[in-house]
């Protein structure tokens, strides 16, 4: 039996059962490459799911729907490691009851689906610790390490470029798992600390702290490069700052569902280097 | 609409000859807002105050800034004639044109064009400003006081006398601190013990004073006048309650070959033991790490001596926790152990030892009772050989500071040693004799000109063993010329240092400390017994090197400062807090790990059947310290701080 066919059924064992109240997928997109996602509470709907290697989307962000949770009955999404980093991320917020949630694991690699063994989040703690210690993949994207060999005057005036084409649509923000504040900073003008024109300044304002927002926080799920209309690279931005947490606190974003978010806790070995 | 006051001090010379305060008047009098702008030799001065009020009152100002000095010198002058003046304090703020211009800059010009941008960004915040009323908190009435030296007993016994609650915290089996240790004391001579039970006993029979010893501070949470703190007891495996002191478990302890502590080694103790005689409480306890039951599992003779049952093997520690409003830390010094000295050969040569091990051979109730033996062979030394500044004022070596009480002691050892063992000869090496103090001086002359010290000014190079004597080589540089003794003893006056874990317990009640781990003051000249911590207080030898009178003054200095905080049944806190949006905050808990007060709790918010609708942070003004970490922390902005909320920040930066 395929894995699709396999996470069917198991849909409709939990649904039909009445184990989950829904169950969050993907399902057929525009084209014949593209999902979308799918929410279903009817047993009836499972055959619609579907799992390939064109399931791209972190499904995570939906879990924190205003109100989706509050009854406390279960959720069941399909969700790549990514996304279940995400979920230990939402769970250490307090955004969500990790309990409440039946997790749908899977892995793509080249155009080959596996399934992931596990139900709750902590099942997979290997999984994403094999991440965390897994080699730097050795396609690391050639625009990457094109960045990282500028000169700080040339980078700065690289991410210029690339932001001056934002137009403040706020996709990537819509798009991301962590962005689930109730009022985003960009929404709050007493006082306007970003300017909500796009112009350069206000664009750099925006999609800086929006890095800074995710650092520590970012699972490199791509939502967010993804929904950017204008294609900046904003996996750019958030892999650099994860690494950068990785390598100053040993900081790996959603390890576990009690992880303590990097910039507000400290440890006494903390390196310091910062401090002048 | 705003109608802001600008006052340019000229602060004499220090701002007017850099910054042109006509210019700077006349640019702010232009400013949108500004009812007033003027300058004036000194605002500070009671007719510059006067001035500040009339014109609060004639325009009827909404906002003050006073273009002056660093707000830490004035604002509170200047927020106090604002009140005053009808004006809510909280609506002044200081704009410093003095430390942050004036003094750092040498172009009239430019610093004058940076007044302007500093004082321009101030009337904007100000005019954002609220109005704050002081936050009142109450005072718990009891203090605790952290070590039970003679510093930390003195600060008990004055609290205690004045009728307010003590708790004395002691981490050693007895009170007495290194007081206990002494034998007669400068610059009187007169009998340390004898001076110093009287006083331990009256502080454990105090009914004021509450004495925990063989106990230490585990964690110290909360703020002025509302601390809350754990103590550890440790477990002696006495029952102090069922123990009558009689010792008859001493006398039976089969492990007697223990070095004494109280003794610098140079006596022995049992397993189960009280430091000393004199012990208060005088209840022993059992060294785990030494006693025969602990180590192999047989033995007990204690607890079958023990006519009271007293002993228990299986007593665990226990934890008190207590309600505290000041706190006074009495911690104490220890002496540096002077074998980084190879060529002294303290550590290697028996009778090489220190100031402190000479205090016991001197003492009456010490290991010799008194008599001046060498530690070798028990002889009596008839040609000593002192060393001062043994660790003292030696960068390279020990430590950069003088340690102030080594000069006097020393000169004590050699008058001790002159009574005790007649016809004895002292020499002794010294770098300068310092004897500032009432009596100090005719002390040190006594030890030359009566008691026939010989004082050598220069230092010690080598101390090597030869025919059964101690061979010191140095050099008398009045005389110019190098010198060797044969001695039968040697003793350093070792430096004084902070105690071991001096900078690890700062950490535990939140002080500062400076290089050497010795407790930092508010301020060297002006709070010199408060820490930087409000409602912490420093006294004794925790704080730099002491000797017992200043110890003591110091520690009823403190007392007064602790009554004067008890005098009152609320304090005033500063209206500096942060607030917390509920609309908007996302429930993260982020700033409540950040929080380094754990001032923010988690609220629920309910609906009317009592369903949690909402979970959000919030902030307990009492605990909060204003320091803002949380405001930074917050990803959707819902933390603000009073006094310093966004709007003000982010006017006072569009200022510029
Ligand atoms: C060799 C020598 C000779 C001296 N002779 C004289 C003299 O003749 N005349 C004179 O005026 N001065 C003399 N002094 C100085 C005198 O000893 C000190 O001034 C005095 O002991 C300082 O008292 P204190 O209470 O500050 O510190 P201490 O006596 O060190 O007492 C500190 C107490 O705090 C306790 N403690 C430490 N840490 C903790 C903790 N974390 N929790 C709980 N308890 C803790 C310790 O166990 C100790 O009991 C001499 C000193 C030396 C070394
Ligand atoms: S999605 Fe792209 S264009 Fe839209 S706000 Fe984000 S960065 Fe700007
Ligand atoms: S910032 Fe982008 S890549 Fe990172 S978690 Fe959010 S959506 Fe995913
Ligand atoms: S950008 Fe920052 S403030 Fe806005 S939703 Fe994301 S995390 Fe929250
Ligand atoms: S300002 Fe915030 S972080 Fe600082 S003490 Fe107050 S609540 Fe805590």
């Known amino acids: 039996m395929s894995i699709e066919e396999q996470y069917r059924t198991r849909a409709k064992e939990l649904l039909s059962g009445g184990a989950v109240k829904m169950v969050i997928g993907y399902g057929k997109g525009t084209t014949p490459s593209r999902r979308r996602p799918l929410f279903i509470t009817s047993p009836d709907d499972v055959e619609r799911l579907m799992l390939d290697d064109a399931c791209i ?163 490199e799920c791509g939502n967010c490069d993804r929904a950017c209309p204008v294609n900046i690279p904003l996996r750019l931005i958030n892999h650099r700052m994860a690494e950068e947490v990785l390598g100053a606190f040993d900081h790996f974003a959603g390890m576990s569902k009690t992880q303590e978010p990097v910039l507000a806790s400290f440890k006494k070995d903390d390196s310091e280097t910062f401090i002048l | 609409m705003a109608k802001i006051g600008v006052f340019i001090c000229h602060c004499g010379e220090n701002i007017g000859a850099k910054v042109d305060c006509t210019r700077l008047a006349a640019a702010m009098g232009e400013h949108p807002g500004v009812a007033v702008s003027v300058e004036y030799k000194y605002f500070c001065s009671d007719p510059g105050q006067e001035s500040v009020k009339r014109a609060i009152r004639e325009n009827n100002l909404t906002g003050v800034v006073v273009a002056a000095c660093s707000p830490r010198m004035h604002e509170a002058t200047f927020r106090k004639a604002c009140a005053e003046a009808g004006l809510n304090p909280y609506l002044c703020e200081i704009a410093n044109i003095r430390e942050q211009c004036s003094w750092v800059h040498t172009d009239n010009g430019q610093a004058t064009e940076k007044a302007m941008d500093i004082t321009r960004s101030m009337v904007e915040k100000v005019k954002r400003n609220n109005k704050l009323q002081p936050i009142e908190v109450p005072v718990t009435r009891r203090a605790l006081v952290i070590g039970g030296g003679i510093a930390g007993i003195q600060a008990a016994l004055d609290i205690a006398n004045a009728g307010q609650e003590v708790v004395l915290v002691e981490r050693e089996p007895s009170l007495g601190g290194h007081m206990a240790q002494l034998s007669e004391t400068f610059p009187t001579l007169d009998c340390s013990q004898c001076i110093m039970t009287p006083r331990m006993v009256e502080a454990a029979q105090h009914p004021k004073i509450r004495l925990l010893t063989y106990s230490e501070i585990e964690s110290v949470d909360g703020y002025i006048g509302n601390f809350s703190v754990r103590v550890r007891m440790k477990s002696r495996y006495v029952d102090i309650d069922k123990c009558t002191g009689c010792g008859d478990c001493i006398t039976k302890c089969p492990a007697k070959k223990i070095s004494s502590e109280f003794d610098c080694g140079l006596g022995k103790r049992t ?34 001596t023990c006519q009271c049952d007293a002993i228990d093997f299986a007593m665990p520690d226990t934890f008190v926790d207590l309600e505290i409003g000041a706190i006074v830390v009495a911690t104490g010094f220890q002496v540096q ?5 190879g060529e002294y050969g303290y550590g290697t040569y028996p009778d090489v030892i220190n100031g402190l091990q000479f205090e016991r051979l001197a003492s009456a109730s010490g290991p010799t009772a008194g008599k001046i033996q060498r530690p070798s062979d028990g002889a009596e030394p008839q040609t ?144 010199p017994v408060e820490s930087s911590t409000a409602g912490v207080f420093l006294a004794g030898a925790c704080q730099s090197p002491k000797d017992i009178p200043d110890s003591v003054a110091q520690a009823s200095a403190t007392a007064s400062k602790v009554l004067a905080l008890f005098s009152k049944e609320m304090l005033e806190r500063e209206p500096v807090v942060a607030t917390n949006n509920e609309a908007t905050c996302a429930g993260c808990w982020g700033c409540v790990l950040a929080c380094p007060y754990n001032a923010i709790e988690q609220k629920d918010i309910l609906d009317r059947s009592g369903r949690v609708i909402k979970r959000v942070a919030s902030v307990n003004p009492g605990l909060c310290q204003g320091c803002g970490t949380c405001v930074t922390f917050c990803r959707s902005n819902s933390l603000d701080l009073a006094g310093f909320t966004e709007k003000q920040i982010f006017a006072e930066v569009m200022g510029l």
Request: charged letters at 25%.
């Open chain 2, 271 to 304: 397993a189960i033991y009280t430091p000393f005689a004199q012990s208060v409480p005088n209840i022993p306890v059992i060294d785990k790490a030494n006693c025969i039951y602990f180590k192999n599992g047989k033995c007990k003779i204690c607890s079958k």
């Open chain 2, 337 to 341: 152990n002077n074998s980084m000295y």
């Open chain 1, 57 to 219: 989307t972190n499904l995570s962000g939906y879990l924190v729907s205003e109100g989706l949770l509050s009854d406390e009955k279960r959720v069941a999404v399909f969700l790549r490691p990514e996304g279940i980093r995400a979920v230990n991320i939402l769970a250490a917020e307090s955004q969500l009851d990790a309990e409440q949630i039946v997790i749908f694991g899977f892995d793509v690699s080249g155009n080959e689906v596996q399934a992931l063994k596990g139900i709750h989040v902590e099942e997979f703690s290997d999984v994403i610790r094999s991440i965390k210690e897994g080699a730097p993949e050795a396609d690391e994207e050639e625009l990457f390490e094109k960045i990282e060999k500028m000169s700080p005057q040339e980078r700065f005036s690289f991410w210029q470029e690339e932001f001056a084409k934002c137009i403040k649509c706020y996709a990537c923000r819509q798009a991301c798992p962590m962005c689930y504040c109730r009022r985003c900073i960009v929404d709050s003008n007493q006082p306007q600390w970003i300017n909500t024109s796009s112009h350069s300044l206000g664009n750099f304002e925006w999609n800086i702290v929006r890095a800074f927002h995710l650092s520590g926080r970012c699972v």
């Open chain 2, 384 to 527: 000593v050989v002192f060393i001062q500044c043994a660790g003292s004022r030696d960068p390279s070596k020990g430590v950069r500071y003088c340690s102030k009480i080594c000069c006097m002691y020393t000169a004590k050892h050699a008058m001790l040693y002159a009574h005790k063992v007649h016809g004895g000869k002292t020499h002794i090496f010294y770098m300068d004799i310092r004897a500032a103090g009432k009596g100090y001086d005719e002390f040190s002359r006594r030890a030359i000109e009566e008691d026939e010290a010989a004082y050598l000014r220069g230092r010690v190079s080598k101390v090597w063993q030869e025919n059964g004597k101690l061979m010191v080589r140095g050099v008398d540089t009045l005389l110019g010329r190098p010198v060797e003794i044969a001695a039968d003893m040697v003793v350093l006056a070792t430096a004084i240092i902070s105690q071991p874990d001096a900078k690890e317990f700062a950490k535990t009640i939140g002080i500062g400390y400076d290089e050497y781990g010795f407790y930092n003051e508010a301020h060297l000249k002006l709070r």
